[in-house]
Every structure is written in structure tokens, then in C-alpha cells.
């Protein structure tokens, strides 16, 4: 039996992984349960009933608005002050008008396929990346930390080797989970488009795009697994990965705001992780710096940075192929006793 498919076999076996999973299938579940309850398909009856309800509030808002000036006429009447309580010329201004009344407001929600399923494909992808990071630091950390990374070199003496089965056992099942809830996930929200929400509108360049977004979904999870993988099998322990990834959040989510905003450094979200991820998702993500408008002289159009996919791809590529470099080289040269 090859070294590739022994480690694979001990990975989908292993308790965490299971554990993971099944909590990475509920948490999925209960997003599209949510949302198959919070949406109502927009029926003839139902935009009817909008329509209706708007009519009614309009009505009763000129029944209010004509009691209010007869209230302020008889006020008068009696020589009270009435601009205070009920306007100028007793509110005859402020006649409602129709329009003030959309019968859009009305409508219930309904979930719309092609504007908010790409919104989806990152919840998705963010998920599925997380139980990589934490199966990914766990499958090659424990081996450390346990001692059973010696063993299995006494039996399989080449350390390259032995690491690289690991990384490819846990790629492929990233890629097989990956694939498998992705196809279900898009196949659960059709559904729910198709009985509870609206698929208009949706053509082969729309099938397209979610393609293309589900192939980064799947090579931001790759990437993380990947990572996690290099950080715990460099610290030996599973906490080294989870220690780096808290690090970072901190660093980028919270430190780096807060110095580029002191600093009054322009557009300071260019130095922050989750920046690139909206850019990977959305194909690019526009920063705007509106300290460059001087509103004391009027309105003008902020100075703007776009961030491209590409370039968060690179940033991304760059950071995984360091940090697998990094794991391989010390799996190469160190004891590993």
C-alpha cells in the first residue's frame, strides 16, 4: 500500500476530522436553513397584498394628515399657539403623497440566485477553509507532538517523502470535501431560489461566474490548509499554527487599522488580510480615502484604490509557497527526535 493513500486513509479516520466535519455540515445546514425560512417568493397574490397595504397606509396617512388640520384650525379657534405642535400654515404643506408610499417596502424577502449567491460561495469557501486550518495544523501537529512522526520515519526513513504524502492526503480530501458540499450547497440554494426565492435572469454567463468563484473558493481552502499544514509541522505542535493565525487576525484586523489611522497613512485597508479576501471573492475591491476631500468647499469625488483578484492571488501564493518552503527545508535539515 503506497505511503500517500496509508496517510489519507489515517486522516479521514481520525477523530477530529470526523468531529470537524459533521460540525462544518450542521453550521452549513443551519445557514441554508435560515435562509430557506427567511425567504418568501414574491407571487402575483403576494406583490398584490404589497400594493394593497401600501394603498391603505397612504389613506391613512391622508386621514391623519387632514385630522391634524382640522385639530389646528379649532386650536386656533380658541387663540392657542399651534406652530409648534402642528408646523407652519398647520402642516397644509406636508400633504402625503402616493410615491411616498413604495409597495417594495412591504414585500417580504425574497432570496434572488443570481445577486446573492455569490455572497454565498464566500460563506462557503470561508467554512470550509476553517476546518482546513484546523484539520490541516492538527493532521501533522499531533504527529509531532505525540511522537508519532519519529515512528513513522523509522518505518519510512525519508523525510520529504513522508511530509509530502501527508500535504497530498490532506489536499485531496480539501479538494473532495470541497467539491462534494460545494456541489450540494449550490444545489440546497437553488432550491430554495426555485421554491422560496427567484431564479430570473439566471444564464450560462451567470453559471460561469459561479464557477469561476466556486475555483477560488477552492484554492483559498487549499491555501489555507496548506498553511496551517507548514506553520504546525515548523512549531511541531498544533498550537503553533493557531498561535500564528490569532497573531495575524489581531495584527492585520485590528493593529493595522488602528497604526494606518493614527499614522493617517492613505488607504491604510490595503495593509489588512481580510482586504485581499473581499478582492479574491468580489474581483476586486475598491478602498477610498475621503480624507482628500475638503467638504468646507462642497462635495468631491474621494481618491480611490482598487485591489484586483490577481494581485490577492499573488499575495496569497506567495505567503503558502514561503511557508511550505520553510516546513520542507527544516523537515529536511532538523532532528527529529
Not at 410615491?99 to 460563506?123: Q, T
Request: with cysteine; glycine share 10%; net charge neutral.
Amino acid at each position: 500500500m503506497s505511503l500517500y493513500v496509508t496517510e489519507l486513509r489515517r486522516l479521514v479516520k481520525r477523530r477530529l476530522t470526523r468531529v470537524m466535519l459533521v460540525l462544518l455540515v450542521l453550521g452549513l445546514a443551519g445557514v441554508a436553513t435560515a435562509l430557506a425560512f427567511s425567504s418568501q417568493q414574491r407571487s402575483p397574490a403576494v406583490i398584490a397584498q404589497a400594493r394593497a397595504d401600501a394603498d391603505a397606509q397612504y389613506r391613512q396617512a391622508v386621514k391623519d394628515w387632514e385630522k391634524g388640520i382640522a385639530e389646528c384650525e379649532a386650536a386656533q379657534g380658541r387663540g392657542e399657539q399651534t406652530e409648534e405642535r402642528y408646523g407652519p400654515n398647520c402642516g397644509r404643506d406636508w400633504q402625503p403623497q402616493p410615491e411616498m408610499f413604495d409597495p417594495e417596502w412591504s414585500l417580504p424577502y425574497e432570496f434572488d440566485f443570481r445577486d446573492e449567491f455569490s455572497v454565498l460561495v464566500a460563506v462557503f469557501a470561508g467554512a470550509v477553509a476553517l476546518f482546513g486550518f484546523v484539520v490541516g495544523a492538527s493532521f501533522v501537529g499531533a504527529e509531532w507532538h505525540t511522537g508519532g512522526m519519529m515512528n513513522l520515519l523509522l518505518w519510512r526513513p525519508k523525510r520529504l517523502a513522508v511530509l509530502g504524502a501527508k500535504l497530498a492526503a490532506l489536499l485531496s480530501l480539501l479538494a473532495g470535501v470541497t467539491v462534494l458540499l460545494g456541489a450540494i450547497w449550490t444545489a440546497v440554494f437553488w432550491l430554495i431560489a426555485s421554491t422560496r426565492g427567484s431564479t430570473a435572469k439566471v444564464t450560462a454567463g451567470v453559471w460561469q461566474s459561479t464557477g469561476l468563484s466556486g475555483l477560488r473558493a477552492l484554492a483559498l481552502i487549499l491555501a489555507a490548509g496548506a498553511v496551517a499544514f507548514a506553520l504546525a509541522s515548523l512549531g511541531r505542535h498544533t498550537s503553533m499554527a493557531l498561535g500564528v493565525a490569532i497573531g495575524v487576525a489581531v495584527v492585520s484586523e485590528i493593529g493595522m487599522r488602528i497604526g494606518m489611522e493614527v499614522a493617517g497613512v492613505a488607504f491604510g485597508d490595503r495593509y489588512v488580510l481580510s482586504t485581499y479576501a473581499m478582492a479574491w471573492f468580489q474581483k476586486q475591491h475598491k478602498l477610498f480615502d475621503y480624507d482628500a476631500c475638503n467638504l468646507v468647499q462642497g462635495s468631491c469625488e474621494p481618491a480611490e484604490l482598487v485591489v484586483t483578484w490577481q494581485q490577492s492571488g499573488l499575495l496569497f501564493g506567495i505567503g503558502s509557497a514561503l511557508a511550505l518552503v520553510a516546513a520542507f527545508w527544516t523537515m529536511r535539515r532538523r532532528d527529529v527526535a
